[in-house]
């Protein structure tokens, strides 16, 4: 499977997402980057091996990889899944503090159903603005992205 958000980053974005749907999309090796991903499961059910670590995550649940982490992903076979994916650089965070807790965490976020719903909201709300951008259309990604991350954090 092609990773549209993945060309996007090394053609310069900050900030790039996608949502991506399969079965049998099993990563053989592991890998990282040079921004940080964050991974939310829409449908199915993946495993992700992260730092020789296994979680397993189910829909509404995530995770946030930090730069240089290895990680990969697979599922059972033929088992459906869907995902969004947001990657975004360390420049995005706004805020030191913010961006030295994401650095520390790794691990599988569950949130209440309100703000799972919130976050997916601001993550579709990223994907529209992607493709379709407005006007201020970097500082308005900036704005959400950050928004998003303080939710999340806030848990």
Known sequence: MIDQAGIMMAQGRSIAGERIQGVNDNMSKSHYHDYFELYYLEEGERFHIIQDRLYCIHPGE?????????HHSYGEK?????????????????????????????????????????????MEILLKEQNNPGLHHDEFNQGIINVLLLLILRQ
């Open 78 to 122: 033929n088992v459906p899944f869907k995902r969004l994916v947001l990657y975004f650089t360390p420049e995005e965070v706004l805020w030191p503090s913010i961006l030295t807790e994401l650095k520390e965490e790794i691990g599988v976020y569950q949130v209440d159903i309100r703000e799972r719903q919130e976050i997916h909201r601001l």
């Open 62 to 70: 995530f995770l946030i990889f930090s730069p240089y982490v290895m």
